[in-house]
């Protein structure tokens, strides 16, 4: 038996947070097992804060002392191989002994599925400090370097157009035509709409239909980012030049990811590949389904971010960096992850340092904003791991009390099968990293979109995935650069395969939105009509499907509304008789008499 040297053990800092960690994974199982029976309920271990905080203070001394007395070191036993140190077989044995305590107390296939995703990260983070991989080469950059250096070939740029104008037409077509065929509702593309006409009027984010007053909707979400898309509008002003900038802005991702590609040296065939799976990602294409959002900027901005840092221009970094956090009041979440990765993966931890504390100023403004001056912060969608009105910081507790409730939350089925459906468009290879540290960019999925019950986060067809579809190309770059055995080429062909049949299954439901338009024509006219009649500077309320039509106008509220407005417009369709009786004769007992109506269709009522 002999004991290997001190190097396998790395420096003190890296000793000391991984002791850290032990020991409170000792004090989370110790608090399991002695109480584990509740620990799907929200109050476990809340008001026990302080009990682990000591377990853990005592379990770090004693773990210190006693390898420090006895020098007791990593071994090589005969037969056995490589024996771990104490510290990292307490922690490995305290992982095993948490897992079964909580899945014999809550005995649940899905829950299952996330012990062993947490265990493997557990045992793969131990066989990668006693096994040390090659480190993986940096990516050459020169400070001050221009874009030829990432010049793109014709062919290249031929095929970068040809797929982004497949991206627009889809993306944008499909929601145009749900404008056009009345079938985009006030939220969410009422209010932006609304929003548009009032920053084009007076340079402010008024809008009258998200909370039936007329207010800044800056109040509700910060998403200044919206102005960038303003100049656009003002010279087209319509609510379909909306839609279709929202599929520009998701097609413009091509530009940065065919960067990265060169930037690591992939082949030209590889790149390739890669922008038919970016263009044909269901993440990316169906996200859209439900009309333009903020968080659309997220793919291409956290691309151009990590492009950026690869070039290492610092005035870049911080541009994209400050550009994401101008999406929304969370945003900043994405730059806090993409800084934790850069101290761990990368070691540089200047630009991390740097990246974190303006995130976190941002984010604490942000917060700050909307909590003294706006509508508060949307804490609720995580009230299914939030005890009491800690808020968003209650999450945090309840990690550091209560980590098996956040895996319990993660991985129920409806978010099991949501990671799949996030992941296997692009073959997995997010997950395949010869770096642990790698995952780290996995953690806002399990943060923003499978913690919460928050039922839109964890689906395809809202926007609440382009932040996360944004690391997952970038790792699915990277990764596939880092492969030692074989050319990436046929991997990826391979995946864009896969990619494109989910996208037929995912997303190829959406092309009913075209039969639909056709088939509506005669009655899309007849409500245009009768929308018509209506003088574009009154006042007016209307049913959810007919507010992002009449919103080019400073006050548009949906019916009903606590407003007293010059018209009403009532939406007849999909109602049977008794209902549109009911529906009319509620608003002609307010006073308005009927100015237009279509049986079966609309009517247009009038303020007497």
């Not at 010279?235 to 940065?256: E, K």
């Not at 990277?478 to 990826?492: E, R």
């Not at 209307?542 to 106008?553: G, I, W």
Request: aromatic residues 14%; charged residues 10%; glycine residues 6%.
């Amino acid at each position: 038996m002999s004991q290997l040297g001190a190097g396998v053990q790395g420096n003190n800092l890296t000793l000391w947070s991984s002791r850290l960690f032990t020991s409170w994974f000792i004090a989370v199982t110790s608090l399991v097992v002695y109480d584990g029976g509740s620990f799907t309920q929200k109050s476990f271990a809340q008001e026990r804060g302080l009990v682990i905080g000591i377990i853990t203070a005592i379990t770090w001394v004693a773990i210190t002392v006693v390898v420090s007395r006895w020098h007791l070191r990593p071994v090589q036993v005969t037969g056995w191989g490589l024996v771990p140190a104490p510290d990292h077989i307490l922690l490995f044995v305290s992982a095993l002994v948490l897992a079964f305590t909580g899945i014999c107390y809550y005995p649940d296939f899905n829950f299952a599925l996330g012990l062993l995703a947490a265990l493997a990260v557990v045992g793969i983070y131990l066989y990668g400090y006693y096994h040390p991989r090659p480190e993986i080469p940096v990516v050459p950059s020169t400070p001050r370097a221009s874009l030829q250096e990432e010049a793109i070939s014709p062919r290249q740029l031929g095929l970068m157009l040809l797929l982004g104008s497949l991206m627009v037409l889809f993306i944008g077509g499909i929601t145009v035509l749900r404008y056009l065929s009345y079938s985009a509702p006030n939220f969410d593309f009422g209010i932006f709409a609304n929003m548009f006409h009032n920053m084009r009027e007076s340079g402010l984010p008024l809008v009258s239909s998200e909370r039936d007053r007329l207010m800044s909707h800056f109040q509700v979400h910060l998403s200044p980012i919206y102005y960038l898309i303003l100049p656009i509008y003002a010279l087209f002003p319509s609510p379909v030049t909306l839609q279709l900038a929202q599929g520009i802005i998701l097609a413009s991702g091509l530009i940065p990811l065919l960067f990265l590609c060169r930037r690591y040296k992939l082949s030209p065939a590889t790149a390739d590949f890669l922008m038919v799976i970016y263009a044909f990602y269901p993440a990316i294409t169906t996200g859209s389904m439900y009309d333009l959002h903020e968080n659309c900027f997220l793919t291409p901005l956290i691309l151009w971010l990590c492009w950026a840092y690869e070039k290492k221009s610092g005035r870049l970094l911080a541009l994209m960096a400050l550009l994401i956090c101008a999406v929304k009041e969370d945003a900043p979440i994405y730059i806090l992850f993409f800084a934790l990765y850069l101290a761990l993966n990368r070691k540089d931890y200047k630009n991390a340092l740097l990246l974190a504390g303006g995130g976190t100023l941002y984010f604490a403004a942000a917060l700050f904003y909307l909590t003294s001056f706006g509508e508060g912060v949307m804490s609720y969608r995580y009230s299914n791991v939030i005890y009491g009105s800690a808020g968003l910081l209650g999450v945090l507790k309840t990690g550091l009390l209560n980590p098996l409730l956040l895996l319990k939350e993660a991985f129920e089925p409806a978010k099991v099968e949501f990671a799949i459906k996030m992941l296997l468009p692009l073959g997995c290879l997010p997950l395949f990293s010869r770096r642990i540290s790698s995952f780290i960019l996995l953690l806002p999925m399990v943060l923003v979109n499978m913690i919460p019950d928050y039922q839109y986060q964890h689906s395809l067809d809202f926007q609440y995935i382009y932040g996360v579809a944004g690391f997952l190309i970038f790792l699915t770059v990277t990764n596939l650069a880092d492969i030692p055995a074989f050319s990436p080429k046929p991997v990826v062909a391979v995946v864009s395969i896969i990619t494109c049949l989910t996208f037929v299954a995912l997303a190829g439901r959406r092309v009913s939105y075209v039969q639909y338009y056709l088939l509506t024509r005669e009655s899309q006219q007849v409500i245009s009509t009768a929308l018509a009649i209506i003088p574009p500077e009154a006042a007016v309320t209307a049913d959810t499907f007919f507010v992002a039509h009449l919103a080019q106008r400073r006050e548009v509220y949906e019916y009903p509304s606590q407003n007293s407005t010059a018209y009403i417009v009532l939406d007849l369709r999909g109602l049977i008789e008794v209902d549109r009786e009911a529906k009319i004769a509620a608003v002609t007992e307010l006073g308005y008499r009927e100015l237009y109506y279509a049986p079966r269709l609309i009517v247009v009522f009038i303020n007497n």
